[in-house]
């Protein structure tokens, strides 16, 4: 059985926060980074926050330094569970030719890792009408794992021209448009930022 949540929505919103840019960076973020992704802009009311977590055995702290935040991963465990997984909502993003680029995140969701996998994933909201060649709406959550390119039979999200496009893979490879199958999209331009593991609606 979990553990009652002993935390307030902002201090689990701060350690998903902490636990997310760890991992992402290698480091701990600052108490200015802290306060700009969960939209605090007194250091005063993070240092309270993160007090608390200190408090409540979620975190360890060095006063001395500035990045000095450590998780207490086995608290961390026991409050989340050891399925769960924290995947950011993407809602700044480029692509060129590096390929497809993340900015900041400041939200994210939580999964169960035997929905999405063991492999890096993001989450994508839809704009406008989606993509209703594949029954996918505007305001829908796409989650995406970065690492697959898919196989026959899979959804992935594609980047053509300008634009992002839900497509499908076909046979050896090859995409397929949706509006006409099986009539397949060029290859030309068109590059597979990853596969669609995933699409949560709300309702």
């Not at 700009?36 to 250091?43: C, P, T």
């Not at 409540?56 to 989340?80: C, S």
């Not at 590096?98 to 492999?119: A, M, N, P, Q, Y």
């Not at 970065?146 to 980047?159: F, N, Q, S, T």
Request: with cysteine.
């Amino acid at each position: 059985m979990r553990e009652k949540k002993s935390i307030s929505s902002k201090g689990e919103e701060i350690l998903l926060f902490i636990e997310q840019y760890s991992r992402k960076n290698g480091y701990p973020p600052t108490v200015r980074e802290i306060g700009e992704a969960v939209g605090l802009a007194s250091s005063c009311s993070v240092h309270y926050h993160l007090r608390k977590l200190e408090e409540k055995g979620f975190i360890r702290r060095d006063p001395a330094k500035p990045r000095a935040i450590e998780l207490n991963v086995h608290r961390a465990d026991a409050r989340l569970g050891k399925d769960v997984v924290v995947i950011p909502l993407v809602e700044d993003f480029t692509f060129s030719k590096r390929g497809f680029d993340i900015g900041e995140t400041k939200k994210f969701f939580l999964f169960s890792r035997s929905l999405v996998g063991e492999e890096e994933c993001f989450v994508l909201k839809v704009d406008g009408d989606g993509f209703l060649a594949w029954h996918i709406l505007g305001g829908d959550y796409l989650v995406i794992n970065k690492k697959e390119a898919g196989c026959a039979g899979d959804l992935v999200l594609v980047w053509e021209g300008e634009n992002i496009a839900v497509r499908k893979m076909g046979e050896k490879g090859k995409l397929l448009t949706g509006e006409s199958e099986p009539s397949i999209s060029s290859w030309n331009g068109t590059t597979v930022i990853g596969k669609i593991v995933g699409i949560w609606r709300k309702l």
